[in-house]
């Protein structure tokens, strides 16, 4: 079962736009909300994390908004380079229970 | 430099062999993970150890096998078992302790034909 929903499967934006990938969750247990960045042929790398007690983490030009009440979070990519064309990951974990849940990924293309 | 180690990069097998995938880390983490990854699927766990000795069924645990004899090193077994064993595969380390991130090394391309 699948607990996180990730969207939209695969995004395309010109350089300099503002791509938004949503996830949803289910189990109010989680706690702990990462984003992963994923390059071909390469692991995922942490890009960044939000915990439920703040509605907004930025890190650089990478932000997460979250909305405890709605069960949903998303990665805003502010002036989107050709290099930030990746694979992401929403990801979420609970307190006490290292079985981190994956969404299905989102490909991001950022044309020049 | 800190960091985890996959090997090889790319497997080929036989359908009916058993095949082992290695995983090694020095990031002196206590637990590690084996993931698979298919397209359109995200990631899904498969085993995951938090001791050494010590380790745990994953959502796609059947016709897998693992083992950790030591801290540093979790190696995967995918035998015959198991039914669709192309993929890749990613293996990772945390802390243990509750929410640390996981670090991945870059996997393992395992193509059985």
């Known amino acids: 079962q699948q607990q996180v929903k990730q969207s939209p499967q695969s995004l395309i934006v010109q350089k300099g736009g503002i791509p938004i990938i949503n996830c949803a969750y289910e189990?109010?247990?989680?706690?702990?909300f990462p984003w992963y960045q994923q390059f071909p042929g390469k692991g995922p790398a942490l890009l960044i994390a939000?915990?439920?007690?703040?509605s907004e983490k930025k890190e650089g030009r990478f932000t997460i908004s979250f909305n405890k009440s709605a069960k949903q979070f998303s990665l805003h990519i502010m002036d989107s380079q050709p290099g930030d064309s990746a694979t992401y990951f929403c990801?979420?974990?609970?307190?006490?229970?290292?079985?981190?849940?994956f969404g299905a990924g989102t490909r991001l293309t950022v044309k020049p | 430099d800190g960091g985890i180690t996959q090997s090889p990069k790319y497997l080929f097998r036989k359908e009916g062999q058993n095949v082992t995938l290695s995983c090694e880390q020095n990031?002196?983490?206590?637990?590690m993970y084996w993931y698979r990854q298919d397209p359109g699927q995200g990631l899904r766990l498969i085993y995951y150890?938090?001791?050494?000795?010590?380790?745990q069924k994953g959502d796609i645990a059947e016709g897998y096998s693992v083992s950790r004899e030591k801290k540093e090193s979790f190696p995967l077994t995918v035998t015959s078992a198991q039914k669709n064993p192309t993929a890749f595969y990613l293996c990772?380390?945390?802390?243990?302790?509750?929410?640390?991130?996981?670090?991945f090394g870059n996997g393992t391309r395992l193509t059985v034909t």
């Open positions: 990801a979420a974990s609970q307190y006490n229970n290292n079985d981190m849940r």
């Open positions: 150890s938090q001791i050494v000795n010590d380790f």
């Open positions: 939000i915990r439920p007690d703040v």
């Open positions: 990772a380390s945390s802390k243990g302790r509750s929410n640390s991130p996981l670090h």
């Open positions: 990031l002196n983490h206590d637990a």
């Open positions: 189990n109010t247990a989680f706690d702990y």
